[in-house]
């Protein structure tokens, strides 16, 4: 091989290192670019549970109670929640079935990172009632963003809120 070819053979090496190292660095960035609009980003973990509320001597009925986690950095402004049912949704403002959290905090609210918020429901029962005919079962709870993003919890079991409505 001539010198020349040999310079030539070297530039060609060089360029294709140079090429795969701004393929790697452009990957790179990019990943970085995105890991950083995750970390802005609203991250919740949406739950519904039951519970019973202690009024002095009294118990109430069963309560729905919908559990909202910021386990994300940033705050997040929760403008609404409800239920998600099959032939539509169940608000919980403007409609009478929302309580606010024992502390007083209801929607809208803003939750701080590492803050839950728990929003209740009137009666289980009454509410399946309604809602298991009209609208087949709950489906699942849900809040909602300023931003009008939907966080969702898991289904809610059919049976389970059958159950309820039979009582």
Same mark, same amino acid.
Request: with cysteine; proline share 6%.
């Given at each position: 091989? +001539?010198?020349?070819? +040999?310079?030539?053979?070297?530039? /060609?090496?060089?360029? #294709?290192?140079?090429?795969?190292?701004? $393929?790697? %660095?452009?990957?790179?960035?990019?990943?970085?670019?995105?890991?950083?609009?995750?970390?802005? &980003?609203p991250?919740?973990?949406?739950? $519904?549970?039951?519970?019973?509320?202690a009024?002095?001597?009294?118990?109430?009925? =069963?309560?729905?109670?919908?559990?909202?986690?910021n %386990?994300?950095?940033?705050?997040?402004?929760?403008?609404? /929640?409800?239920?998600?049912? &099959?032939?539509? +949704?169940?608000?919980?403002?403007? +409609?009478?079935w929302?309580? @606010? #959290?024992?502390?007083?905090?209801?929607? @809208?609210?803003?939750?701080?990172?590492?803050?839950?918020?728990?929003? *209740?429901?009137?009666? $289980?029962?009454?509410?399946?009632?309604?809602?298991?005919?009209?609208?087949? @079962?709950?489906?699942?709870?849900?809040?909602?963003? /300023?931003?009008?993003?939907? *966080?969702?919890? &898991? #289904?809610? &079991? @059919?049976? =389970?809120? /059958?159950?309820?409505?039979?009582?």
């Amino acid at each position: 091989m +001539t010198p020349e070819q +040999t310079a030539v053979v070297a530039s /060609a090496i060089a360029a #294709a290192i140079g090429a795969v190292a701004a $393929v790697v %660095s452009a990957g790179f960035a990019g990943v970085a670019v995105w890991s950083q609009r995750q970390a802005n &980003k609203p991250h919740l973990r949406v739950s $519904v549970t039951t519970a019973l509320a202690a009024f002095g001597d009294e118990v109430s009925n =069963a309560l729905y109670v919908i559990n909202v986690y910021n %386990s994300g950095t940033v705050p997040v402004r929760l403008q609404g /929640a409800g239920f998600e049912a &099959k032939g539509g +949704t169940i608000p919980y403002m403007g +409609t009478g079935w929302g309580h @606010p #959290a024992p502390d007083g905090r209801t929607l @809208p609210y803003t939750l701080e990172p590492g803050e839950e918020l728990s929003l *209740f429901w009137r009666d $289980v029962r009454e509410l399946a009632r309604i809602h298991v005919g009209e609208q087949g @079962p709950l489906c699942r709870g849900f809040v909602t963003t /300023a931003g009008d993003h939907r *966080f969702r919890s &898991k #289904a809610i &079991k @059919p049976a =389970a809120l /059958a159950t309820w409505a039979r009582e």
